[in-house]
């Protein structure tokens, strides 16, 4: 089954689906057997999207996956990210990836997180001490002259933070990867960043863990009308958005499979799911955030405010 593309703003190419390689914890070196067995039979299912990241140690698996795959590298399309206590040691985090992974090149390298964090001790640094994000952006953008690295983003950027980023770049990210689902649909930043050129990738696209949008009526009823799987209108429903693409994690390959399998919903249909998060209680974060996640406020060290995340979405 051939994966759609859409064409990022230095040229490259992103597919529409890509898998989440994030095993619901992080991985060790060398040990991570499960995600690369997730990885092979998303080469098998037809997946040409693998989202990896430093911090979830699963570079590793990936990479041995594609060299065993057969799969031609130049039909796959590899998304990696530089964790915190790299900010100050951009080059090295790059360097560092790429080793782990040992596939030539990179596609797309993503800022994590707007937090530096200290290298020793693993602490989220504040918001406006030295390496600030604007910093770490000016290292990542020499990245792109050593050829191994074909296009630079960042992750988790709201509207405001980009705001205090863009002024200073040279190179306006290609990719903002954030939480997105009908429950937290990122209205305000899908129009911000569509008019800066930034595409957006979701992450959580059917949220995790028992995900009440998997069980919503409407959604049913839609799935029920095309024999589709919920999961499957959720996508497709992202997809038709514009300016997204998604990379929902699942190890089950038939689940894999029902994931590429994108299709076109009504303008009604459309706009029926686009509503949900009017529902009251509706309007709300589906995703279980790592190291500790979001306590009174405060996700990686930083306030809501200081994110630019809207608080009334993180009960």
């Not at 996956?65 to 590298?73: F, K, L, M, N, Q």
């Not at 406006?128 to 290292?139: G, I, K, L, R, V």
Request: one cysteine or more.
């Amino acid at each position: 089954m051939a994966v759609k593309t859409v064409k990022l703003n230095n040229g490259y190419e992103i597919p529409v689906v890509g898998l989440g390689c994030w095993m619901g914890k992080p991985g060790k070196v060398g040990e991570n057997e499960e995600a690369k067995r997730m990885v092979i039979d998303a080469l098998k299912a037809g997946y040409t999207h693998l989202d990896t990241a430093s911090l979830y140690g699963n570079e590793e698996a990936a990479g041995a996956a594609i060299r065993e795959s057969g799969v031609p590298r130049e039909k796959i399309f590899v998304t990696t990210k530089l964790s915190g206590p790299y900010h100050g040691r951009v080059a090295e985090g790059a360097a560092k990836s790429l080793e782990l992974l040992d596939i030539g090149y990179i596609d797309l390298f993503l800022m994590h997180w707007p937090q530096a964090k200290d290298p020793v001790t693993n602490e989220s640094l504040k918001f406006d001490e030295s390496p600030t994000f604007n910093e770490t952006w000016a290292e990542m953008e020499k990245l792109l002259e050593g050829g191994k690295i074909r296009s630079i983003g960042v992750s988790n950027f709201s509207v405001k933070n980009f705001e205090i980023l863009l002024p200073s770049v040279k190179i306006v990210p290609a990719v903002n990867q954030v939480e997105s689902h009908p429950y937290l649909p990122q209205n305000e930043l899908t129009e911000y960043c569509t008019k800066k050129g930034i595409h957006l990738t979701a992450y959580c696209p059917l949220g995790q863990y028992n995900s009440p949008i998997l069980k919503e009526p409407s959604v049913l009823k839609i799935a029920e009308k095309y024999k589709k799987s919920a999961g499957q209108v959720l996508l497709s429903w992202s997809i038709q958005r514009g300016n997204w693409s998604v990379v929902p994690k699942s190890s089950n390959p038939t689940r894999m499979a029902q994931n590429l399998d994108i299709f076109t919903l009504t303008g009604e249909e459309q706009q029926l799911i686009s509503n949900l998060h009017k529902e009251e209680g509706k309007y709300k974060s589906l995703c279980i955030y790592g190291g500790g996640g979001v306590q009174n406020g405060v996700i990686h060290g930083w306030t809501m405010a200081e994110m630019g995340w809207d608080r009334s979405a993180f009960p």
